[in-house]
């Protein structure tokens, strides 16, 4: 689009401005026809040439009433003034394309069990649809951090603590409490949350925390309950392998543990019980704009209802 030269009559318009108005009075073949395109009048397109002329020293055109004739030097002008214009356009599509493509290298950082079963494939996914992308996956349960890690994409359970980080909600699950057909048949099955207290319940430990209350619906409201056991570790795989293992009860987020129910390799306990759901969200470090790595990331997982 064409600069405002009624608002910049009483000014000196800027390098592009001049070259885009001697394009229009050229291409339309004088100064009358070039205010018309331009949105401008006459003796004000007038003035701003012969700004322009006094600035660089020489006559661009001849004109009169009746005629508009390029000099030598006009003509000069105009040739570059079209490849200058020629080249910002294509510019501005090069990198206007590059904002819904994604570049470079991008790290996404994600829980273990997780990332290996989901977050894996589908950032494979991602980087085939991105032959300029190198895609790198960190998976750790110790509650991975964007800065701390030195990550692009950090996708962890819950909102994090840092307000200086970007959040979004990518999906919700429930998360359930399951064993393995053995464990169940050689402890009993566990009827209400209390029952807990005498079972082996796997827990998890992340950064020197560990997650020994879970959490329950009941007809009064939620309720927590204090559980032990002799095993507990950092990795969510580990508890999960131990839980196929029948070595306990575990708590699990439905969707790392969705094909095991269906193939009756674990069982779901206290559904009448219903633990509260879990938030994955995808953080990254602020920035305008996001890089497009980043942007697009993060747009194409919370497109893929993960759940």
Known sequence: MLPDIGSMEDGVADGIGDIELFRAIVEAGGITAGALATGSSPPAVSRRLSVLETRLGVRLAERSARRFRLTDEGTL???HCRTILADMRNAEAEVSARGATARGLLKVGAPTELGRRRIAPLLAEFAARHPGLEAHLVLSDAGLEVGQDALDVALRIDRPDDPAVIARKIASVRRIVCAAPSYLAARGIPERPADLAGHE???????????????????????????????SSSSGDVLHGWALEGRGLSLEAHWDVAEDLEAGRLVECLADHWCDSIDLFATFPPGHPVPPRIRLFVDFMAATHLS
């Open 201 to 231: 319940c796997l827990r998890l430990a992340r950064r020197h925390r560990l997650h020994d209350r879970w959490r329950f619906r009941t007809g009064s409201g939620a309720e927590e309950i204090k559980v032990g056991g002799h095993l």
């Open 77 to 79: 002008y105009y040739e």
